[in-house]
Each structure stands twice: as structure tokens, then as C-alpha cells.
Nanobody, 116 residues
Framework: QVQLVESGGGLVQPGGSLRLSCAAS????????MGWYRQAPGKERELVAH???????NYADSVKGRFTISKDNAKNTMYLQMNSLKPEDTAVYYC????????WGWGQGTRVTVSS
């Protein structure tokens, strides 16, 4: 199984930006549909964006127009550019396969806190 490592989280003020990275141990972004998920305190984990091997993207309504998912197949890395952040974006963010693919084990995630 390919290992995924998320990074780039931190504390940011409302309206700010962050870029998350998901580094994979193998060449998966050209093969599988991959996604960014998040889990806020006390809430279920949700899929916020996904990208297909061909580069097509899809977003949850809550982040549409603010978040951009992208990937660099040569670097085995996927990104999530998050702009106009809101307090409700506070969560631990994870990367994993996206439906219809079976989920792999979850990594440690990267924590994003949006607060003034």
C-alpha cells in the first residue's frame, strides 16, 4: 500500500490562505482518483475535493470557489490551496483515495485552525 503524508497545516486568521500537500510514496495520482478529506471536532469526516487521474476536479459546496485541488504526478504530490478561510474550515485534513476506490488507512493528517 502506498503511504501518504499530509503537511502544510497551521494557524491562520479568517480570510487567510494555506496550501496543504500530500506526498505519496508511489505513483498513484496518475492512476487513482484521490481526494482531500477533513474532520472537524465532533463531526464526521467529509470529502471536500477530489481529482481524477486526468485532472478533473470536484468540490464540496462548502469550499467551492475557495479551495483548489491540484497535483504534480512527477513529484507524487497532491495539493489543496485554501483561500478565504473561515472558522468553519477548522479541521484535521487528510488525503486518501476518493470514491469509488476503497479507502486506504488514514495518515496522521494536518491540522488547520482558522481563528483570530
Amino acid at each position: 500500500q502506498v503511504q501518504l503524508v499530509e503537511s502544510g497545516g497551521g494557524l491562520v486568521q479568517p480570510g487567510g490562505s494555506l496550501r496543504l500537500s500530500c506526498a505519496a510514496s508511489g505513483s498513484i495520482f496518475s492512476i487513482k482518483r484521490m481526494g482531500w478529506y477533513r474532520q472537524a471536532p465532533g463531526k464526521e469526516r467529509e470529502l471536500v475535493a477530489h481529482i481524477t487521474p486526468g485532472g478533473s476536479t470536484n468540490y464540496a459546496d462548502s469550499v467551492k470557489g475557495r479551495f483548489t485541488i491540484s497535483k504534480d504526478n512527477a513529484k507524487n504530490t497532491m495539493y489543496l490551496q485554501m483561500n478565504s478561510l473561515k472558522p468553519e474550515d477548522t479541521a484535521v485534513y487528510y488525503c486518501n483515495t476518493a470514491p469509488p476506490y476503497t479507502l486506504w488507512g488514514w495518515g496522521q493528517g494536518t491540522r488547520v485552525t482558522v481563528s483570530s
